[in-house]
């Protein structure tokens, strides 16, 4: 005699196996689509710079105002896009990877927190803040790509400053900030700690010049 009660259960089993299998597949396909974007593929690591916090402690504290207006850049460097250069005429960016924000934007964020960390100026900030300014700082980012003409890629930073003196508007210094800094290797994560240093190299000469230039004319008015 058949045991009707065994079969019953056995399926009863398999109708639970077959529900559960339909079911691991699609689990599979909501964890593997975490990390995209409808239509664009993988998201891109992002990269933010970091301000400088260290100058000469012969910096003097000055009791002016400054605001920064937005720095400028050419359309290659105006993108969130890393840029690299394998000809001089030709640029190119790193796939699945980009800065936090626009590069001119990032620059513009990160000297206004580098003059903060001074502790040298009453005030500084953006441009659209409103803020009543003794002086404007006027940046353009020139250069901010990595170079790979020589075997080891180097990463270029070049920002040119004017400092604008108010109510007059008169410019009082201009001056081009450059560095270049070989990367350890051509893997992005020591580019991007290459971007860091030469950044930060710019930032602090930039910073500091802009202090020591504005303040003689600001104590002769």
């Known amino acids: ?3 009707m009660r065994n079969t019953d259960t056995n399926k ?3 109708r639970n196996f077959l529900k559960l299998a339909a079911l ?15 239509g664009q593929g993988p998201l891109p690591d992002l990269y933010r710079r970091s301000p400088k916090s260290t100058f000469d ?3 003097p504290t000055v009791p002016w105002q400054l605001v920064l207006e937005q720095t400028g850049a050419n359309a290659s460097l105006n993108t969130t896009k890393i840029a690299l250069q394998r000809e001089a005429n030709q640029m190119e960016y790193y796939a699945n990877a980009g800065w936090v ?6 620059v513009q964020t990160l000297l206004v927190e580098s003059f ?20 404007i700082l006027k940046t353009e980012l020139r250069e901010f790509q990595t170079l790979y003409f020589d075997e080891t890629p180097t990463v270029r930073v070049v920002i040119n400053a004017k400092i604008v003196q108010m109510p007059r508007r008169t410019i009082i210094g201009s001056h081009s900030f450059e560095a270049k800094v070989p990367a350890r290797s051509d893997q992005l994560d020591a580019v991007v700690a290459a971007f860091d240093i030469g950044l930060g190299k710019v930032t602090k000469k930039l910073v500091e010049w802009t202090i020591s230039t504005a303040n003689p004319l600001y104590n002769k008015k």
């Not at 924000?101 to 990032?106: L, Q, V």
């Open 57 to 59: 402690p012969r910096l």
């Open 1 to 3: 005699m058949i045991d």
């Open 24 to 38: 691991l597949p699609l689990v599979g396909i909501t964890t593997s689509c975490t990390n995209l974007i409808p």
């Open 12 to 14: 009863k089993n398999r």
């Open 116 to 135: 903060e960390n001074t502790g040298k100026i009453v005030a500084v900030g953006r441009e659209t803040i409103g803020l009543r300014s003794d002086f």
């Open 101 to 106: 924000d626009k590069a001119p934007i990032m």
